[in-house]
């Protein structure tokens, strides 16, 4: 069977730390366009000077150009059974081009993960974020610390502060945030496939919340 799931919610809230449970729980591929435009940045490619020029200013990348990037990498083997999308769709047109895709896969959204947490934790939760240069494994100062300071735990990769987690950018992507992805919400709330979950628990709490409703949503979950 094949399975997709969906993680909405506003910049900082747990969208990736959250993937990642779900893709190990699942055995599905964690799939994050910004993982994947962050990969091309740092390789210096057309892609990512193009998505540089928008992720930079906290604006979110044109429409037409998610979508192929996402159409490309649904191509790679590990795709076969599904995957857990983090970060995409993230404008009603990239979901009305989801569904085209999905169901020329024959496959459909099986569930949407709405993550929820105050503006104020968003803030603090990016400010103290560190990131993996290597797979993009996500990282907190305070609330998920590594075992050696600027390391990753799972692939030893240097630790770093993403650029646009600086405070005015924040401010920008959550505005952005609320104007072109927050529609989202009454789109799949419609379409009865939106779980909201209280994301300000801690990361184990919220993971043991998912881990339910995938339970009971999933027919294998
Ligand atoms: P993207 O990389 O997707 O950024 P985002 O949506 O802004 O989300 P973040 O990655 O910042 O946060 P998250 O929800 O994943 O939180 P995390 O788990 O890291 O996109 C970046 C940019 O790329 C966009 O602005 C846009 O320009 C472009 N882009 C990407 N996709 C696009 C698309 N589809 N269309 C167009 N443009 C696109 O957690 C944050 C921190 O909090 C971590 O340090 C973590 O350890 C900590 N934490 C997590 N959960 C908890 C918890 N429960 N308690 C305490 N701390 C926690
Ligand atoms: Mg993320």
Redesign the pocket.
């Known amino acids: 069977m094949l399975t997709y799931i969906v993680l909405l919610g506003p ?2 809230v747990g ?3 959250q ?1 990642k449970f779900i893709a190990n729980e699942l055995d599905l591929p964690h799939i ?1 366009t ?2 994947i435009f962050r990969a091309n940045i740092k390789q210096g490619n057309e892609l990512g000077k193009l998505a540089d020029s928008y992720i930079s200013k906290g604006k979110l990348v044109p429409d037409d150009v998610t979508i192929a990037l996402l159409r490309e990498r649904f191509t790679q083997p590990d795709c076969k059974n599904g995957a857990i999308l ?2 995409f769709p993230r404008t009603p047109a990239q979901a009305d081009a989801l569904e085209i895709l999905l169901n020329s896969l024959g496959g459909r959204v099986n569930l949407v993960l709405f993550i929820t947490a105050p503006a104020e934790s968003l803030i603090e939760r990016l400010a103290g974020r560190w990131s993996c240069r290597a797979q ?1 494994h ?1 990282f907190h100062e305070r609330f998920n610390l590594p075992k050696v300071k600027g390391v990753c735990d799972i692939d030893g990769s240097e630790l770093y502060q993403r650029d646009d987690d600086k405070a005015e950018t924040v401010l920008n992507r959550i505005e952005i945030y609320k104007n072109q992805t927050a529609p989202l919400i009454q789109y799949y709330t419609e379409r009865k496939l939106l779980t909201e979950v209280n994301g300000i628990e801690s990361i184990e709490a919220v993971s043991t919340e998912i881990k339910s409703v995938l339970k009971k949503v999933l027919p294998s979950g």
């Open positions: 910049p900082g969208k990736g730390t993937s994050s910004g993982d983090d970060g993009g996500v």
